[in-house]
Nanobody, 118 residues
């Protein structure tokens, strides 16, 4: 069983910064990518940022230049540094770990609330 433990969410003013962390533990085999998704009320879940075990990254257009994803492979931990936050960044952010030969397996964290006040 794999567990994803998220931390770092909270309330911040617009223009501020937050750093999310997600540590994976358990029997992790074939960890190929980790990432963050978010879901705002009334909206579909969307990819925020993703990083492969080799370090390749991709970001949602809405966060490019403001958010940075990084990972520590030795610790199976992924980080999301969020800067210049906007009210539209308010959402529940969930950590994802993709595993397997084709990266088709998924584990999810419980999610952490990020609220940006304007």
């Amino acid at each position: 069983q794999v567990r994803l433990a998220e931390s770092g969410g909270g309330l911040v003013q617009a223009g501020g910064s937050l750093r999310l962390s997600c540590a994976a533990s358990g029997s992790i085999i074939g960890n190929c990518a980790m990432g963050w998704y978010r879901q705002a009320p009334g909206k579909q879940r969307e990819l925020v940022a993703r990083i492969t075990s080799g370090g390749s990254t991709n970001y949602a257009d809405s966060v490019k230049g403001r958010f940075t994803i990084s990972r520590d492979n030795a610790k199976n931990t992924v980080y999301l540094q969020m800067s210049s936050l906007k009210s539209e960044d308010t959402a529940v952010y969930a950590c994802n770990l993709a595993w397997g030969v084709s990266c088709s397996g998924n584990y999810w964290g419980q999610g952490t609330q990020v609220t940006v006040s304007s």
